[in-house]
């Protein structure tokens, strides 16, 4: 197995940790203040590692890393923050990656002209069908129809998002390559964090601003002292998202297309499955427990094909 289908597994074990501790900030801080403080504090940690073992700012790709910061970390990430309050982390994860899958596989073929055979668009939905029939919620949860369509929309954006950057990312590793340059995970990283920084930022500041307007000063000062009290969660969905995870992502795109990648990565709603029944006490049904085998049989197919196209 080669390292960068090893990334695309690590990167879903730390996307659902990140996930499960996301979950826990939002709820204390709220979506637009959780994600601004773990972009900040990301951002911190990711220039620490990429001056130390990366290569820093620069390079011919840096623009269009940047850009897919921007949809990626920026208005999927975003968008993601809003879903989980909302939906939880099994639905609104579910919704991210099983669009981003098809999604990034189709912009990819028509933009970058990647072709995938028909044993890795057979294995790849046989995966996201696999994790769709595990995660799909026995009855809706306890929130109001407003809550429930509004997560819903921000996981389809989450989901485009999250597809759309990690085809700029492919598009920024290619220019990388025709110029002569090897970009690492934890520099690519980086480089798009900005980008995440920018978009989160600006909502930061234009919710603090809509706070004010609505004489909500207080509770938002409330909030402000309240990150002391999950700095726990905050620290560790930073670590396990946009440093170790997003760097892990980007090593597994630097050679992998995004329709082989996308779906290993969408078992990451499978992972968070033991991780929630530990935290909140659920227990899986037939049908969950069906939904895993298809998925993970789909992941093994994934990496059979990759194996044979590589040796072959």
């Known amino acids: 197995m080669g390292s960068s289908m090893i990334a695309a597994l690590f990167t879903t074990v730390l996307f659902s940790i990140s996930a499960i501790s996301a979950t826990r900030l939002t709820k204390t801080l709220g979506g637009v203040a959780a994600n601004f403080w773990r972009i900040?504090?990301?951002?911190?940690?990711l220039g620490i590692l990429c001056f130390c073992?990366?290569?820093?700012?620069?390079?011919?790709?840096?623009?269009?890393?940047f850009w897919s910061?921007?949809?990626?970390f920026g208005i999927g990430d975003?968008?993601?923050?809003?879903?989980?309050?909302r939906l939880g982390a099994r639905l609104s994860l579910l919704l991210v990656h099983c669009l981003a899958a098809p999604f990034g596989a189709l912009v990819e073929w028509l933009w970058l002209g990647t072709i995938l055979d028909a044993w890795q668009l057979m294995f790849g939905a046989l995966t996201l069908v696999g994790v769709a029939l595990a995660l799909a919620p026995d009855h809706r949860q306890s929130v109001t129809a407003l809550e429930w369509s509004t997560g819903i929309l921000f996981g389809v954006i989450a989901g485009l998002g999250?597809?759309?950057?990690?085809?700029?990312?492919?598009?920024?590793?290619?220019?990388?390559t025709t110029a002569g340059q090897d970009v690492s995970g934890i520099t690519a990283a980086f480089e798009r964090i900005w980008g995440g920084v920018l978009v989160a930022t600006v909502a930061y500041v234009l919710w603090r601003w809509h706070a004010r307007s609505r004489n909500e000063t207080k509770n938002e000062l409330a909030k402000a002292r309240s990150i002391s009290s999950v700095a726990p969660w905050l620290v560790l969905?930073?670590?396990?998202?946009?440093v170790l995870g997003v760097a892990c992502y980007q090593h597994?795109?630097?050679?992998?297309?995004?329709?082989?990648?996308?779906?290993?990565?969408?078992?990451?709603?499978l992972v968070v499955l033991p991780i929630s029944m530990g935290l909140e006490g659920e227990r899986p049904s037939r049908r969950s427990l069906l939904g895993g085998f298809l998925a993970v049989g789909g992941v093994v197919g994934l990496l059979w094909v990759r194996g044979k196209l590589i040796s072959g």
């Open 40 to 45: 900040i504090l990301s951002t911190i940690i």
């Open 53 to 65: 073992v990366g290569r820093g700012f620069g390079g011919a790709a840096m623009l269009t890393f």
């Open 69 to 72: 910061g921007v949809v990626g």
């Open 78 to 85: 975003s968008a993601l923050y809003q879903a989980l309050p």
């Open 162 to 176: 999250q597809g759309g950057g990690a085809v700029l990312s492919r598009k920024a590793y290619s220019i990388a």
């Open 237 to 242: 969905t930073s670590l396990a998202g946009p």
């Open 252 to 269: 597994a795109l630097r050679s992998v297309p995004i329709g082989v990648v996308l779906p290993v990565v969408a078992l990451t709603p």
